[in-house]
């Protein structure tokens, strides 16, 4: 189930942020005071604020679009008009209908508003309420860390050559002291802040061209896929209905605190359910397109299963889906195929049931109508 807002800082990856924002900071003070001390200029103390303003705004938003979390679907939640719910899917986990632009998380255990992605550095989803604050966090930890990855080398470079300045310098090059500890963790400041401004830039930009669509990470799978849907099909061409203009898109997705995050508002000829009328398209295709299997051996669900399968071990999917364990008679619903396994949903002992669904190695089940093949009669 979806944890609680303070509970979510127990997590590996909100400590580690908050470690690389404390190691940035405390390096670069530490070699500021030294390279260019605030108190001896005044071009010195705005180069520390400009820093120590990134940071704090960093740790702000940081901490905001963690505690604040994405906002989730209320349990057992149906449409106002009772017809509506044949455009929606129903969540048998949440015991209600998934809102628009809505989608289950396994690990928040909620239906999230207007779900991006799930981020495991603030150990929550990043969704309606908190879309924006993820992105300013972005912003000023890509920026806070391009000041740095200039700084730290600079000041890095004065320290390993403070003797030479010393003997051959004019006496006005700023001189570095650092010990052998300060220089292991200015180094280590060094690589995480250079690895930040790479990484996270990626994401700031996909995060960025995702608000100007007014498009999540998952909407963009979804439309990717209607194009080339419609396209085989011969169809009229999917138009996305929540882009109204990257300025509207701009303010609705940074400013649209307004909103519930059940409801949303689309551009002209479009309707409330076009996107969930398409995802039902898909969903009926991709079971359509699937295939039975019956599980003929035990998998005990290891994520490498070394021992038991080597070839499957060594071309373990790198996904954070879970894998499906398996005894011999299990029913499985197969949706994706990858080298040496399947991803899949097991089926009830009745009227199709929806079970669990993981990846499981394709040499512990066989198609069910190959098996009924080899049956005698």
Request: some cysteine.
């Amino acid at each position: 189930m979806a944890r609680s807002p303070f509970r979510r800082l127990l997590h590996w990856g909100p400590i580690s942020v908050l470690c690389i924002i404390k190691l940035i900071t405390w390096s670069m003070m530490h070699v500021l005071s030294m390279w260019w001390p605030p108190h001896a200029s005044t071009g010195g103390a705005i180069h520390s604020a400009i820093f120590l303003g990134l940071a704090a705004t960093t740790l702000y938003y940081f901490l905001q679009s963690m505690l604040e979390g994405p906002g989730f679907v209320p349990i057992g939640w149906k449409p106002d008009n009772e017809e509506d719910t044949q455009y929606l899917q129903y969540c048998s986990i949440c015991k209600g209908y998934k809102a628009p632009r809505s989608h289950h998380c396994r690990k928040c255990g909620y239906c999230v508003k207007k779900m991006d992605h799930h981020c495991p550095w603030i150990n929550c989803c990043v969704g309606h309420a908190n879309h924006g604050y993820f992105t300013m966090f972005l912003t000023s930890a890509v920026l806070g860390c391009l000041h740095a990855s200039i700084v730290l080398p600079i000041c890095v470079y004065h320290a390993l050559n403070r003797v030479w300045y010393v003997h051959h310098g004019t006496g006005r090059e700023p001189l570095v002291y650092l010990t052998l500890t300060t220089l292991l963790l200015t180094l280590l400041a060094v690589g995480m802040a250079v690895g930040v401004v790479l990484a996270v830039s990626a994401l700031l930009y996909l995060q960025l061209r995702g608000i100007l669509r007014n498009q999540t990470t998952i909407e963009d799978w979804i439309v990717e896929k209607a194009v080339s849907r419609r396209e085989e099909q011969g169809l009229a061409p999917f138009v996305f209905p929540y882009n109204l203009g990257w300025r509207k898109n701009f303010k609705f997705v940074l400013f649209g605190s307004q909103y519930d995050g059940l409801r949303w508002p689309v551009r002209e000829g479009c309707g409330a359910y076009d996107l969930t009328r398409e995802q039902l398209c898909q969903k009926s295709e991709k079971r359509l397109r699937s295939r039975l299997y019956t599980a003929t051996s035990h998998y005990s669900g290891r994520w490498v299963p070394i021992l038991s399968r080597p070839r499957a071990a060594l071309a373990a999917p790198c996904s954070d889906e879970p894998r499906l364990p398996l005894r011999p008679g299990d029913v499985i619903r197969a949706t994706r195929q990858r080298r040496h396994w399947l991803f899949g949903e097991k089926l009830g002992a009745s009227d199709g049931e929806r079970g669990p669904r993981g990846w499981f190695p394709s040499a512990a089940a066989a198609p069910t109508d190959e098996m009924a093949k080899t049956k005698p009669d």
